[in-house]
């Protein structure tokens, strides 16, 4: 009898552990779902996803695209069209998000095997799934600061906005492709299939939230003329013309057009303009805290400095890895646009290029959790190492706090 158990015991271990997509889907579940989104602990009068999915039944009622990022109004509009029993509300503020969260923790968790290799021991899978999960979570260093934990820093993780929430696998997905094409990842047979999905990537990104794609490009630009420079010509012109340049340039002049043109979303009038510091200086001002008040440079210092550990003690070995240089290129020009750029007008202090230093730091921190992985693998365990992974679980409290109290700001 006790063997049989054992037997049973082992099997179910081996299936449910060492299939870790499976496994973390159910995680994601129970820590994204249930807490959360089936709660009101995000505030949902107060929050982005009511004035989205009110968008959406405008959408419904006049037959017109009423914003130039629409996908994830089309996308609870035909979840509740292909399923009658579910609500617009409902499909807007939970099946959706989860399913965002789902594909999100996959790409990830694929990732990071990748490094480590697919796992043979339930500690490996349980790792995988540790890791993912906590990049899904964490924040900037902010607990100094309670209960501010999110206005005047750059959020890497947030909950009330759900077309950040869309846009997140998407941009990672879109970031990974890329640099796949731009380190000549891919045999020419693939090349096809390659641009394909990019052009994909890049339409759908681009339709959920553009905020990734306008520092995507200006990077892609400079990292170009980086390597028309120094006369390396190993790069897929078409794959990066066909791929993003084309549909990004196409859909990005159209949603200029609507957003600041003649024809303005929601009739609300508005343009770019240069004001440094304005908008996060305003936003750190309406931060309360019980302990220490924080200006934006230290904000800024507390939401990079895992990122930022990672590239200093690895210098030598970090300048040569081109996804992690990518990402930093990427961060860069949306650190820019967060802290230099604003609309003019009622959208001043909206703070919605702060969405493109979110998305960007996002992608940075993932990439310098692979790399710092990949170091684990190559040198073992060394004081470097232990540094770096203090610090991230100083992001990692950071953003249990955070996902505890959402509303604290």
């Known amino acids: 009898m006790n063997y049989l158990v054992k037997k049973m015991y082992k099997k179910f271990i081996n299936k449910f552990f060492f299939n870790t997509n499976t496994f973390l889907s159910i995680v994601i579940i129970l820590f994204f779902a249930i807490p959360i989104y089936f709660s009101e602990a995000v505030g949902r009068i107060t929050s982005d996803y009511t004035f989205h999915v009110n968008l959406a039944e405008k959408i419904i009622e006049t037959k017109a695209l009423l914003v130039p990022h629409f996908l994830y109004h089309l996308l609870i509009i035909f979840t509740s069209l292909l399923i009658p029993q579910i609500t617009l509300k409902f499909a807007g503020y939970y099946i959706v998000p989860l399913f ?3 594909v999100l923790g996959i790409v990830i968790s694929n990732n990071i095997t990748e490094v480590t290799g697919k796992p043979k021991l339930y500690k490996h899978s349980i790792f995988i799934v540790i890791v993912t999960l906590s990049l899904m979570i964490v924040t900037p260093i902010n607990f100094i600061t309670w209960p501010n934990l999110y206005l005047g820093y750059i959020g890497i993780n947030v909950y009330h906005n759900p077309t950040v929430t869309l846009v997140k696998p998407l941009s990672l997905l879109s970031f990974l492709y890329i640099t796949k094409i731009l380190s ?12 394909l999905k990019l052009f994909i990537l890049t339409t759908l990104s681009l339709i959920s939230k553009p905020s990734y794609y306008i520092c995507l490009l200006p990077s892609l630009f400079l990292y170009l003329g980086y390597k028309l420079l120094s006369k390396n010509k190993r790069i897929s012109w078409l794959g990066i013309m066909v791929g993003v340049l084309v549909p990004a340039v196409t859909i990005l002049f159209w949603q200029y057009s609507i957003t600041y043109g003649a024809n303005q979303a929601l009739q609300e009038k508005s343009s770019i303009v240069f004001a440094p510091f304005i908008v996060m ?29 990672v590239y200093i003690l690895y210098f ?10 990518f990402a930093w290129l990427n961060f860069a020009v949306s650190a820019f646009y967060t802290y230099f750029l604003a609309e003019a007008g009622s959208r001043m202090f909206h703070g919605n290029f702060t969405w493109s230093g979110q998305i960007c730091l996002f992608i940075l921190f993932f990439c310098s959790t692979i790399f710092i992985i990949s170091r684990f693998k190559t040198d073992n365990i060394n004081i470097k190492c232990l540094i770096c992974a203090f610090i991230f679980i100083l992001h990692l409290i950071s953003g249990l706090l955070f996902y505890g109290y959402p509303n604290s700001w």
């Open 281 to 309: 200086n305003h936003l750190s001002s309406l931060a309360k805290s019980n302990f220490y008040y924080l200006n934006i440079l230290q904000k800024f210092i507390l939401s990079v400095t895992f990122p930022a550990f």
């Open 316 to 325: 030598k070995e970090a300048r040569k890895d081109l996804r992690l240089n």
């Open 100 to 102: 965002c969260y789902l």
């Open 184 to 195: 000549n990842e891919y045999k020419s047979s693939l090349s096809r299939t390659m641009n």
